[in-house]
């Protein structure tokens, strides 16, 4: 299923180079990589140790659409508060996130079967998203891009399309999600590993450094928010455990690196 993502995006960067290109506007192309914080029904809300624990990696290809400056004719479009203000991204991007369960619940203090169940559940998910953004530059663009060492500050808000992969198994042996002899009483009837995909609205704030006239690094810290709570493979029944009531989300710290096409 990846690959038709990777098939995606590279028809849409294609579209946009050859044909929205003739409308006057630029392009930039980067990467970006990052610690990835999945927050989902593994571990304690609102606990550090689940905050730090649950966490792993994420890659991305970007794309933007630069409104302030023709690629064409090398020359500034003319200026209008939307050209000197906002950039639209698409991105294909992959994160992967191994999980458990901390927290209170499973503290070493805990003898109960239910803890030692909670204890020995593993996890993990994979997530690839394609999608865009439309960032907005409280600064002026064309300012920055003529000064060598400034910074612009931006935020931005989005929507993304997420194929997920989640996989689960227990320590203490299989049946994970059937056995009540290693499934915790809250997970029976709420374990799906299938993959599937949902989509997410996706927020960020973050700023460009002009490394050269050409090229920027970025650092931005996301909020990605899924319209499913199965991402990690688990789901327990709301209204019988109202911890477990948000959908699946994450915080990603990118840093990457832009590059101008001329």
Same mark, same amino acid.
């Given at each position: 299923m990846n690959k038709y993502f990777?098939?995606?995006?590279?028809?849409l960067f294609s579209f946009s180079n050859n044909v929205i290109a003739q409308f006057g506007f630029s392009h930039e192309i980067g990467g970006i990589v990052g610690p990835v914080a999945f927050q989902s029904d593994y571990g304690e809300r609102h606990n550090f140790s689940t905050n730090a624990g649950n966490t792993g990696?994420?890659?991305?290809?970007?794309?933007?659409?630069?409104?302030s400056y023709k690629a064409d004719c090398s020359c500034y479009t003319p200026e209008t508060y939307f050209n000197d203000h906002f950039k639209l991204r698409s991105e294909l991007s992959y994160n992967k996130t191994n999980l458990k369960h901390y927290g209170q619940w499973v503290d070493p203090s805990k003898t109960s079967v239910t803890a030692e169940q909670l204890r020995a559940m593993r996890g993990s998910?994979?997530?690839?998203?394609?999608?865009?953004? +439309?960032?907005?530059?409280?600064?002026s663009i064309?300012? #920055? /891009?003529?000064? *060598?060492?400034?910074?612009?500050?931006f935020i931005s808000l989005g929507g993304q399309f997420s194929f997920y992969s989640p996989k689960a198994y227990s320590e203490l042996g299989p049946g994970l999600g059937q056995l009540t002899t290693v499934t915790p009483t809250k997970y029976l009837g709420a374990f799906d590993t299938r993959s599937n995909s949902t989509w997410s609205v996706v927020s960020s704030i973050g700023t460009r450094y002009k490394l050269s006239p050409l090229?920027? +690094?970025?650092?931005?810290?996301?909020?990605?928010?899924? #319209? /499913?709570?199965? *991402?990690d493979g688990l789901s327990p029944d709301p209204k019988l455990y109202p911890e477990n009531r948000s959908n699946d989300w994450n915080l990603w710290l990118n840093f990457g690196y832009i590059y101008y096409l001329q």
């Open positions: 990777i098939i995606i995006f590279l028809l990696y994420g890659i991305g290809l970007v794309h933007y659409l630069n409104f998910t994979e997530v690839t998203n394609i999608g865009m953004q +439309l960032e907005f530059f409280p600064y064309r300012d #920055f /891009s003529a000064t *060598v060492g400034s910074f612009a500050p090229s920027d +690094l970025i650092v931005d810290l996301r909020w990605q928010y899924y #319209f /499913s709570n199965w *991402v």
